[in-house]
């Protein structure tokens, strides 16, 4: 029985001291600067389409509408407060995908950075306030492209 007892003892202990290292470990890295270096916090803060774009870009761009962009999205969100959002591309090097609702108090609702050689396909759910387009905004070579469809949003889910 005693053996059982130190088993469970040391058991516990690990846990214990898995579990501190791991929350230091979370810690050190939210409070690096690198984890939060490419975060474009003026892009997520703009309040029209324009100023967003101008943010992102460092300046006017007009992006091309892209055939090779394949933006799936409901035709009708129920909710929206979580509607599902995913953007493949087929065009080559692609460097950014990002996601933004035209109507919504703040455009821009998703940005992913892609690494070198990562496959330009992405999935996430975003808040919509009402009907609106969902744009998708694919950064490659040095171009931006864009792929949209309308959503119509059933029930308001980010206010505004």
Do not use: H
Request: overall charge neutral.
């Amino acid at each position: 029985m005693q053996t059982i007892d130190n088993d469970r003892r040391t058991l516990l202990k690990g846990s214990a001291v898995a579990l501190a290292l791991g929350i230091t470990g979370v810690a050190q890295l939210l409070a690096s600067p690198k984890a939060f270096a490419a975060w474009p916090k003026d892009a997520f803060a703009g309040r029209s389409m324009d100023e967003v774009m101008a943010t992102l870009f460092d300046g006017a761009v007009s992006p091309v509408e892209s055939g090779d962009i394949f933006l799936k999205a409901p035709d009708i969100a129920e909710n929206g407060a979580v509607v599902p959002i995913s953007v493949e591309s087929s065009l080559p090097n692609v460097k950014r995908i990002i996601i933004l609702v035209e109507d919504n108090p703040t455009p821009m609702t998703a940005a992913f950075n892609l690494g070198e050689g990562v496959k330009a396909d992405v999935s996430t759910r975003i808040k919509m306030g009402k009907t609106s387009n969902v744009i998708a905004l694919v950064e490659s070579d040095g171009n931006v492209y864009a792929a949209r469809k309308n959503v119509k949003v059933t029930i308001g889910g980010c206010g505004g």
